[in-house]
Every structure is written in structure tokens, then in C-alpha cells.
């Protein structure tokens, strides 16, 4: 009982904030008048055909590490979970270890708390990851983001209702402009990470597979890099031509 009080509790809370702060999904540091690649952590990706530096590039976490073998020192943005800059778990530490000493052009820390900037900073140097602007997203930034681009409302109440980190670059993307956002090492169907060999089960699957259709299903400008990819979730095969678009 005290558990479903709790829950209630948070879920209205939550509801109420959002309605009454309005709040808008993180800026930019710039419009993206071009292409944007997503590159995720799953086991398997690809670099996109045609990828130049007409492109924008949005790592996840650790998968700077994938990039790294394309020939690109560092992407334009990263996005990456609180808990990865002093978490404990093998993933958190395996991020750490994969991004030390490399840096990043815009870093986005996503649910840190705003008003501990300085120990995230402090954080990061701990493992020499560095960047040209830092900004914090909370939750209700993320929840507006979902909101605006693919009209779901999300409380964000268990891993169920939350999308992963590689969605919300992809909403971002559209949401600033991109004429076409191609992902590569993003499949909800997958399991473990391109940067160690733990097999860990990916979290909000559900969530993810419920946006991409939606998205797809909107004509929405989505392409995967990754043949498998495109053939289980039915998302367009990128060819380096967005006007192969259906």
C-alpha cells in the first residue's frame, strides 16, 4: 500500500510540474540545417555512407569509442546519463574507461541536479573527459521533448515509459531542424555494448520501439545505417541520399 501511495504521489507531482513550468526540450548549440548520425553503444553498427563533415555526429555514452574507428577524434555532441560520471555498475565504469582522455564538442548530462554543476565538473575531470560547453537536461526538459516531437507524454515513472538515451538524441535531432537523422548501433532488439563484453540487457525497449513506429509511421525523416536494423524495425536503409526517402 505504501509503495502504490508513493507512486501516486510522484506520478501527480510530476504531472502538475510539467503543466505549470511548460518547459522547453533542451537547445542546441545550433540549428542543424543538415544530416545528423546517432551512433549508439549496441554491438553492431555502421558508419553512414556519403558521412563527411556536412554531418553532424551525436555519440551516446560510450560509443565515442565506435567513431573513433571512422577516423573522427571527436563528435559534434554528446549524450550522456548521469549515473555514468560516478556510477559503480559495469556499464558506468566501462563508459569511464572508454572516454578517458577524450573530449567531446557539446556534452549533455542528462537528470544531473542543476544546482550540483560543480561536482559534475569535478566529476568529469576525474576521468580527463573534456568539452566545450556542458549543460545539464532534467527531467522535465526530456519530457518536453518527447512531447513536442512525437506527441507522447511520458511521467517517466519506470524504465517501461522512458526511452533510451539514443531516442532522445534522435528527438533532439528533429527536433532542431535535422533534414535527416541516420542511426547506426541503435537496435532495441539487441543486447550488450560496442565497448565491452558483459552482455548487459538494454532497458526501454518498449518505449524506443513505440517512437521509431510512430516516427516511421509519420513520415518523419529516421533512416538506419545498420541492414538488420532496417529489415526487424522497418526503418529505411540509409544510401547517402535523403531524397530516397519514401
Known amino acids: 500500500m505504501g509503495s502504490w501511495i508513493k507512486d501516486t504521489r510522484k506520478r501527480i507531482y510530476r504531472n502538475v510540474k510539467y503543466r505549470l513550468t511548460r518547459p522547453r526540450p533542451p537547445a542546441a548549440p545550433y540549428r542543424f540545417d543538415g544530416p545528423v548520425v546517432v551512433v549508439g553503444s549496441a554491438p553492431i553498427s555502421h558508419m553512414p555512407a556519403g558521412l563527411d563533415d556536412s554531418f553532424t555526429v551525436i555519440s551516446v555514452n560510450g560509443s565515442q569509442s565506435v567513431i573513433s574507428k571512422w577516423g573522427i577524434d571527436a563528435p559534434d555532441i554528446t549524450m550522456m546519463m548521469f549515473n555514468q560520471v560516478e556510477g559503480t555498475t559495469p556499464n558506468a565504469v566501462e563508459v569511464r574507461r572508454v572516454l578517458r582522455g577524450q573530449r567531446t564538442g557539446t556534452l549533455y548530462v542528462l537528470l544531473w541536479r542543476k ?13 580527463d573527459y573534456q568539452y566545450d560547453q556542458l549543460h545539464i537536461v532534467d527531467r522535465y526538459e526530456r519530457m518536453a521533448l518527447l512531447d513536442r516531437v512525437a506527441g507522447l507524454q511520458s511521467l517517466e515513472m519506470d524504465a517501461d515509459s522512458k526511452c533510451s538515451n539514443g531516442m532522445n538524441a534522435v528527438l533532439f535531432a528533429l527536433y532542431h531542424g535535422a533534414s535527416a537523422v541516420i542511426i547506426t548501433g541503435i537496435n532495441p532488439n539487441s543486447s550488450g555494448h560496442a565497448y565491452n563484453a558483459t552482455g548487459l540487457a538494454r532497458l526501454h525497449v518498449h518505449m524506443d520501439k513505440v517512437i521509431i513506429s510512430k516516427l516511421i509511421g509519420e513520415g518523419r525523416p529516421i533512416f538506419t545505417a545498420d541492414p538488420t536494423v532496417s529489415e526487424e524495425l522497418g526503418i529505411p536503409l540509409w544510401t547517402g541520399s535523403i531524397c530516397r526517402f519514401p
Not at 544546482?115 to 576521468?127: I, P, T, Y
Open 115 to 127: 544546482d550540483d554543476r560543480e561536482r559534475l565538473v569535478k566529476g568529469l575531470r576525474a576521468f
